[in-house]
């Protein structure tokens, strides 16, 4: 009796250090990582980018409804040229209450003025009526982020913002 259950209490020692048969393998490559939209919701709205509440405090897109931009390429600030003044602005406003609950924060400074968002060939420029060098490396790339996003340009477009003090950029956003 005692002999059997010792063999008992040995048996599922005995399958767990065979493996049960199963023979170790290699990793096997099976293609790129899956990807993901981040903001469905973008083609309806604006992509505006906040600070997370995260201690690691990263930037969040947030979806907002707006118009489409103005175009102001006859008010002579030159050709593909336009003024976002209503999307930027909701970004150097910050957060909203809801967004505020949520624990969404901005370093960006309130900056009133004309902004300018214009393509060319070097990726995206921003003109602010305002001092650019002060910002934070997370109110730059809220800034840089949001740009590139909202003008239906991915993560690898290069911005320049230009403001009173000089310029920051190209950059690129990394969130």
């Known amino acids: 009796m005692r002999r059997g259950r010792v063999l008992g209490a040995l048996l599922p020692l005995v399958l767990l250090a065979t493996g049960c048969g199963i023979r170790s393998t290699d990793v096997v490559q099976v ?3 899956a990807t993901v939209e981040v903001a469905p919701g973008a083609r309806a709205g604006t992509v505006l980018y906040f600070i997370s509440p995260s201690p690691r405090g990263g930037l969040l897109p ?3 409804q707006v118009g489409s931009p103005v ?3 006859s008010a002579g600030t030159g050709q593909g040229s336009q003024s976002w003044g209503k999307e930027l602005s909701m970004l150097f406003s910050g957060p909203s209450r809801e967004e505020k609950r949520a624990g969404l924060r901005t370093e960006l400074p309130m900056i009133r003025g004309e902004m300018i968002v214009r393509m060319d ?3 995206v420029r ?3 009526e305002s001092t650019v060098n002060q910002l934070s490396e997370l ?3 809220q ?3 949001t740009v590139a996003y909202g003008r239906g340009s991915q993560q690898g477009t290069a911005v320049t913002v230009l403001g009173t003090d000089g310029s920051i950029g190209p950059a690129r ?3």
């Open 31 to 33: 293609g790129d990582p």
């Open 62 to 64: 947030v979806v907002r």
């Open 71 to 73: 175009d102001t390429t």
């Open 121 to 123: 060939r070097e990726g």
């Open 126 to 128: 921003v003109r602010l």
């Open 139 to 141: 109110a730059r790339q």
């Open 143 to 145: 800034l840089i982020c």
């Open 173 to 175: 956003c990394s969130a």
